[in-house]
């Protein structure tokens, strides 16, 4: 997900952006990235989505594993209401369960439930169905439930009935546990599982979703989309969208050249020229983290992009991404939030998550991604530009454990940040290796932080504990004191200095220094120095005469520094 720059977003942004002017900018894309971030910080405060981590999911759901879900929507816009059914295929992990329980919001109207093709008794009671398990059934179950009503909205919205320009647009928006606001199902991360899914509207709407179109239906002015997925999806990746759109579509060729793939763009007729123009860049963009990371992982699928009406950012659907309408200009205005959707679906769709607590894999490697494109568009100095943008705001709390609170600016820039230092400390050689060995083995599955550290120790053969320890489960960065003199001897220079690492909450950081020596009107020299105690005395020789050190000077670490 991306909210308007990482704050989790603000009702105020919809006043922003209808605001002519602001499209008006015409400056590059990382001085466009800086404004934003200074015009936001100023403007938003923290809106959070509260989490609740515990009450949501009962231990019967972690004994299941959902293999399909096969669901059927019948709009009707006009009422705000469904009628749907759900035909789910699992397996029971654990024999003698008394229940199978999913979650869904208690306000449908529920027509039938069936378990293995007969009617059974359940409970259904705020979040969750319980369907009783009163007769011995196989490992593998068959549950169908035909339900009927108005979704109710929670969370990020949820499932909603809208309208734009007196036209109606239906939309979804279920991360991380609003799934079950539309429809019942397992909803863990990391319970993946196959999907067909079946939305019905008037003729005149064209309906998309995940995966491929398997046919289009027509029924008496109805018409039926169905589309199919072949590679697994979490739940809360799951999308739906039915409105009136225009569609177009570009091709992208996969990078050993054998496979072509449609990148698909489902926009309203007003914002059609618009979004030709803006839209453009994802097949550069799909093919610059294919080259970096490995192949698109839903190549047999497609890539896609659909407006809908969360003005607050973006989500990232599984190869649907949903981008709010207020973000289609037509000046190239969100190419960062173009870039993070599509490095989504690396990371956090393709690479799921074990857990949510573990959401800067999603975040920290798609924000990250972001920092990559513009290098590779700009070079070095707007890596450096776009991960300065990424640290206005000081980070508060850890990335271990984000609380009840998931998309926070830590959650997104300091896990950035995180991958940036790994990156300075290991080298790009090993850091890249890394990250493709990463999602190479986790593609389609799910991993946790500590599936990702053992990843870059094996890669790199280096003991990583001090590193995720300080930065993973630590809540500060470092601040240096230092003190300096150079001494001539003979003909050369001894350049003493003390480090004393003085910040409050983390003792000891360990970590590769960059420090540079300036000389009188004769440029500078680089000097890596790994720190491993609170305080150290350096002595760096040359054959010139310092006039300066800088400490950190290509801003490579979460890192500040005082003069004593
Ligand atoms: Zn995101």
Redesign the pocket.
Known sequence: ???IKSFAACFIILLLFTGGSWLEYKQSGIELEKMKTDFFSQHLKNFKLRFDHDKYITDNQRQVDILHYDLFFDLFPEKKKFVASAIIKGVLKTKGLNSLDLNFYDNFEINLVELNGKKTDYTYEEKLISIVIDHSIPDTFKVKIEYSGTPKSAGFGGFSFARINGKPLVYSISEPTYASTWFPCNDLPNDKALLDIRIKNDSSQVSVSNGVLVDVVNDNFRKTYHWKTIYPISTYLIALYSSGYKHFSDSYISIDGKDTMDIDYYVLPNDYKNAQIDFAEHVEILGFLAETFGEYPFIGEKYGVAEFLWQRG?M?HQTITGVGSNLVGGKNFFLDIYI??AA?QWW?NAVGLKSWKDIWL??GF??YCEALYFEYKSGSSALQTTMQSKRQRKFIGSLDEPGEFLFTNTV?NKGAWVLHMLRWELGDKIFFKILREYYRKYKYSNASTGDFKNVCESISGKDLDKFFDQWIRGVSEIELSYDWETKQIGDNYNTLIDLEQVQENYEEFHFLLEIGIQYDGDGIDYHKIYINAPSIRLTINSSKKPESILIDPNQRILLSAKSK
Request: charged fraction near 30%.
């Open positions: 997900m991306w909210k973006a990232e993070h959707e989504h956090g999603n975040e798609s924000s997104y």
